[in-house]
């Protein structure tokens, strides 16, 4: 299987996924606490991806004589999502209007409060363009991880229409949620719905952009391609891991009363990342012996 149809379905549906989040709270009635429980569903899939999928392909294309190339590359992505986290101030998911009246019947209320009411202070002080910004730098890379991943699994030799499915699974669940933290602040602001829809619009084109000039990039870079890969998803990795735990670690501070159901949903999506590995190509994982995989040329169609 091509890699080209393959990445065009895929971003097809990314998109599709972006522009629905941006409309969700419209179309389906969300909680805080529902919120919550999807949030940490996906941010149990980014990590599972991360540690269970990325990084070891990374390893798995540069060697076991480059892991100290692999775990540099990982920590970089981790404070480069760092920073961009400290500058933009863009993970912010929940919506201003969600009901928080099922918060209120527990001793912790007061932290949930405090952590709202930072939200809601946030959401006034803070241009919606920063949050964009940040968001389409973010999903630019996850652009990139799509493509590596995608160009990992071809180099194994894949023939099967699920190559970088892990990637594209954690990617697709995820960008709902950042469209809808554009599409909040601009509705907060007041901006019409007209704008909303443009500005996620061109949001939504971000990861289709990263994938492609990736795989586009590699082209040119035949020789390369493993070690382009193989850093790239480390990097990709780190990303993913610092995203997660962004989501993941606040929820121990302020939602300690939904502790079952969001601990339920951390290791749901922890197994669905694990149940993943099973349609990936064989030895994907597996150290490369002796020369790296035979380059792919990613060809576009006729």
């Known amino acids: 299987m091509s890699s080209f149809p393959v990445l065009t379905v895929y971003c097809l549906l990314i998109v599709a996924a972006s522009l629905l989040g941006g409309r969700l709270p419209s179309l389906v009635k969300l909680d805080h606490k529902r919120m919550q429980i999807l949030i940490s569903f996906v941010g149990g899939l980014m990590l599972g991806i991360g540690l269970l999928h990325m990084l070891p392909h990374a390893v798995s294309q540069l060697g076991a004589n480059q892991i100290d190339r692999v775990v540099v590359s990982m920590m970089l992505g981790i404070v480069v999502m760092f920073f961009l986290l400290r500058i933009f101030h863009f993970h912010h998911h929940d919506p201003e209007h969600l009901p928080a009246h099922d918060i209120c019947e527990h001793e912790d209320h007061q932290h949930d409060h405090d ?13 919606w363009m920063g949050v964009f910004v940040g968001l389409s730098l973010h999903t630019l890379i996850d652009g990139f991880a799509l493509g590596a991943s995608i160009q990992a699994d071809a180099l194994h030799g894949s023939t099967s229409f699920l190559l970088g499915v892990g990637t594209f699974a954690a990617i697709l669940l995820h960008k709902p949620l950042d469209a809808l933290s554009i599409t909040s602040l601009m509705r907060a602001s007041n901006w019409s719905g007209k704008s909303q829809v443009l500005v996620n619009a061109a949001f939504a084109l971000m990861c289709p952009l990263g994938a492609f000039l990736f795989l586009l990039g590699a082209k040119f870079l035949v020789e390369q391609q ?35 159901p969001l601990s339920i949903a951390l290791l749901l999506g922890i197994a669905m990342a694990w149940g993943i590995r099973y349609f990936e190509p064989a030895h994907a994982h597996a150290l490369q012996q002796g020369q790296p995989p035979s380059p792919v040329i990613f060809e576009m169609p006729e």
């Not at 709202?116 to 006034?124: F, G």
């Not at 790239?232 to 990303?239: C, E, N, P």
Request: overall charge negative; glycine content about 4%; some cysteine.
């Open 115 to 127: 952590h709202r009411h930072h939200a809601d202070s946030l959401a006034k002080d803070m241009s």
């Open 226 to 260: 493993p070690l382009i890969v193989g850093t790239m998803l480390a990097f990709a990795a780190g990303v993913f891991i610092c995203i997660s735990l962004s989501d993941l670690l606040p929820e121990m501070e302020f939602h300690s009363h939904h502790r079952i």
